[in-house]
């Protein structure tokens, strides 16, 4: 079972949420699949995004049943699995890239339990900032959550489009770091399109939460990021650079770079 230190909370997503705040900019969270498509790439990517305006970087654990992810993600884990990528392979990612800005672990529950009792205290030694579990929900394992919020890192909680405002409320009392509210029901992957009931979900997160909230599944284009950085105080973008990332690191950094000037010029304008 994973254990948690006495260790208080880490500071450094705040700290940049308040940054950004000061300076009225929204926060540019982007995640990318550790060891794809192989672990140098994943290496490069990483400071690369992070030098072209990535504000926070969510570094996933790949997983052999990843429910929650669409098809781009599944693949990219399936790839990152067969080059041999682990929970403490990606912690060994974090800190050798050793980057300016907070990482977030993005995984599964169960490579977490399978990390041993110290994996959140290897993480924050690894130089990590946060922690996203992508199917432990608030109140499914109440002592294991206890145990995590008191550990050394942010625990970033989702919430659903269709959660109640009182669930809302309530998921968001036991999160740090930020909420991660998911933008439409299904499965990971890039959309066309930004949900018409986008709007309304966020103003009901508002008056639940008093977390900062980065909106993310289906953000492909600066103008999707633009309409959605209007909303939220971040947005969150995954499938989309997973397959930039699988082309190049160029084409990475460049993508993240558009996304970044379009929410930067929406908060000049």
């Keep these: 079972m994973v254990s ?11 700290h940049k949420f308040a940054a950004l705040a000061e300076q009225r900019r929204k926060a540019l969270v982007a995640y990318i699949t550790a060891g794809h498509p192989d672990r140098a790439r994943s290496l490069a990517v990483m400071r690369a ?6 504000d926070i970087i ?9 429910l929650a992810d669409g ?14 990528m682990t929970f403490d392979g990606v912690l060994e990612l974090i800190a ?21 009792d ?11 900032s946060g922690l996203l579990l992508t199917d432990l929900p608030v109140g499914a394992d109440p002592a294991l959550e206890a145990r995590i919020a008191a550990g050394p890192l942010d625990f970033v909680r989702l919430v659903a489009p269709t959660t109640p405002a009182a669930r809302m409320a309530e998921i968001a009392r036991h999160g740090s770091g930020f ?8 499965v990971t992957g890039a959309r066309d399109d930004v949900p018409a009931d986008l709007p309304a979900t966020v103003a009901r997160l508002r008056v639940a939460a008093s977390l900062p909230i980065c909106v993310g599944f289906g953000i492909a284009r600066p103008e999707q990021a633009v309409v959605v950085g209007r909303l939220a105080d971040g947005i969150a973008v995954g499938s989309a650079l997973v397959r930039h990332a699988e082309e190049s ?10 996304l970044r000037a379009a929410l930067d010029t929406h908060a000049r304008g």
């Design 4 to 14: 948690a230190s006495a260790t208080t909370t880490s500071d450094p997503i705040a």
């Design 49 to 54: 995004i992070a030098r072209a305006g990535a």
């Design 58 to 66: 969510e570094v996933g654990v790949p997983f052999s049943d990843p």
């Design 71 to 84: 098809p781009t993600i599944q693949a990219s884990s399936q790839t990152a699995l067969a080059n041999g």
């Design 96 to 116: 050798e890239a050793a980057v300016d800005v907070p990482t977030v672990v993005f995984t599964y529950l169960n490579p977490l339990l399978a990390a041993g």
């Design 118 to 128: 110290d994996a959140l205290d290897r993480a924050a030694r690894a130089g990590a």
């Design 179 to 186: 909420v991660y509210l998911i933008s439409r029901l299904g």
């Design 249 to 258: 690191v160029d084409a990475a950094a460049g993508f993240i770079a558009s």
